[in-house]
Nanobody, 126 residues
Framework: QVQLVESGGGLVQAGGSLRLSCAVS????????MGWLRQAPGKERQFVAA????????YYATSVKGRFTISRDNAKNTVYLQMNNLKPEDTAVYYC???????????????????WGQGTQVTVSS
């Protein structure tokens, strides 16, 4: 079983930055492609960003491209989401997720992932 624990959420003004972290345990971290997804109140969960097992491939939702950066440190079993120039519409609960995958694969949809964290709240004020 894979356990994922997110941290780093909080309240920030529009234009500000936050860095989310997700610590993974239970299995070999480098065997898993990782993703960040989010869910705003009253809305469906949506894909945000993804990274392959060896960091060779990344993929972003159009709404965050150029503002968010996903990265991972396989030595620390951690995946990150650097969020810059935050907007009120980025307000949501952010989840990290994992999927056992081949090298180079990135999960681009919410149903691509088998394991999920509990989420961390990000609130962007205008």
């Amino acid at each position: 079983q894979v356990q994922l624990v997110e941290s780093g959420g909080g309240l920030v003004q529009a234009g500000g930055s936050l860095r989310l972290s997700c610590a993974v345990s239970g299995r070999t971290f480098s065997d898993y492609a990782m993703g960040w997804l989010r869910q705003a109140p009253g809305k469906e969960r949506q894909f945000v960003a993804a990274i392959s097992r060896n960091s060779a491939s990344t993929y972003y939702a159009t709404s965050v491209k150029g503002r968010f950066t996903i990265s991972r440190d396989n030595a620390k079993n951690t995946v990150y989401l650097q969020m810059n120039n935050l907007k009120p519409e980025d307000t949501a609960v952010y989840y990290c997720a994992a999927s056992a995958a081949r090298y180079g694969w990135v999960g681009r949809t919410t149903d691509a992932y088998e394991y999920w964290g509990q989420g961390t709240q990000v609130t962007v004020s205008s």
